[in-house]
C-alpha cells in the first residue's frame, strides 16, 4: 500500500471520527455526495454512504439537525440524545474507513474514532449549554452555523488536504483540551445558579405560633 493512500485512510479516518461528534448527518452526507458523483472513492466499508437511501436519510435528518440546533433548549436536548448515537457512529465510520485489517487495528480504529467523536460532541454540547444561559438567540445561532461550517471543512481538508487537516486536528485538540475544563467550570456555575433559584423560590415552612 503506497504512503499516500495510507495518509488519505488515516486522514479519513480521524476526519469522519471528528465530525460526526459535531454533525454525524453532515460526516454522513459529505463523503457520501462525492462518492455518488464520482469526486471521491469510498473505501469498500463505506461505499453504503452512497446510495440514494442512505443520502436521503442523511439528508432529510440534516435539515432536521439544522433546524434543531440553532432553537435554545432544543440544541441541548437534541445534543442529549445524539450522545448516544454519534459517539458509537464516530467508532463505526472509523472502522469503516479504515477497510478490511487485523482485529487489533479494528479494534485501535474503534477506540480513536469513538473518543474524537465522543471529545467532540461533548465540547460542543457543553458549549452550547453555557450559550443558552444568555437570553438572546443571536449567539446560538452563530455557534450553530460555526459547528456545521467547521464540520464541513475538517471533512474536506480530510479528503484532500491530509496534512493540513492533521495539523488543524492537532489546534483543535489542543484547544480542546485547554477549553473542557472551563467548559465544566461554567456548566456547574451554571447549575449552581439554577439551584439557588429554585431554593430561594421554595417555602421556608410554616410561620411560627405567636
Known amino acids: 500500500m503506497e504512503f499516500d493512500h495510507i495518509v488519505q485512510i488515516i486522514a479519513l479516518t480521524l476526519g469522519m471520527a471528528w465530525a460526526s461528534g459535531i454533525n454525524l448527518y453532515a460526516a454522513l452526507l459529505v463523503p457520501g455526495i462525492l462518492g455518488a458523483t464520482g469526486h471521491m472513492t469510498l473505501p469498500p466499508d463505506l461505499q453504503i454512504l452512497s446510495d440514494p437511501l442512505v ?11 439544522f433546524v434543531a440546533d440553532k432553537i435554545p433548549g432544543v440544541d441541548s436536548a437534541w445534543d442529549t440524545v445524539h450522545t448516544f448515537i454519534r459517539i458509537p457512529a464516530g467508532a463505526v465510520l472509523a472502522v469503516g474507513a479504515i477497510g478490511d485489517v487485523s ?3 479494528t ?11 465522543a471529545t467532540s460532541h461533548l465540547t460542543k454540547a457543553g458549549t452550547r449549554l453555557i450559550i443558552n444561559a444568555s437570553p438572546e438567540p443571536f ?15 475538517v471533512l474536506f481538508l480530510a479528503l484532500y488536504f491530509p496534512w493540513i487537516f492533521f495539523a488543524f486536528l492537532i489546534v483543535l485538540l489542543l484547544l480542546t483540551i485547554w477549553f473542557l ?29 405567636g
Open 55 to 65: 443520502l436521503w436519510a442523511a439528508g432529510i435528518m440534516f435539515v432536521i439537525e
Open 103 to 105: 482485529p487489533a487495528l
Open 107 to 117: 479494534m485501535a480504529a474503534a477506540i480513536i474514532g469513538g473518543s474524537l467523536a
Open 139 to 153: 449567539s446560538n445561532w452563530f455557534a450553530s452555523l460555526s459547528e456545521d461550517v467547521l464540520a464541513i471543512a
Open 181 to 209: 475544563p472551563r467548559i465544566w467550570r461554567g456548566i456547574r456555575a451554571l447549575f449552581s445558579g439554577i439551584a439557588r433559584l429554585m431554593n430561594r423560590g421554595e417555602p421556608h415552612g410554616p410561620p411560627g405560633r
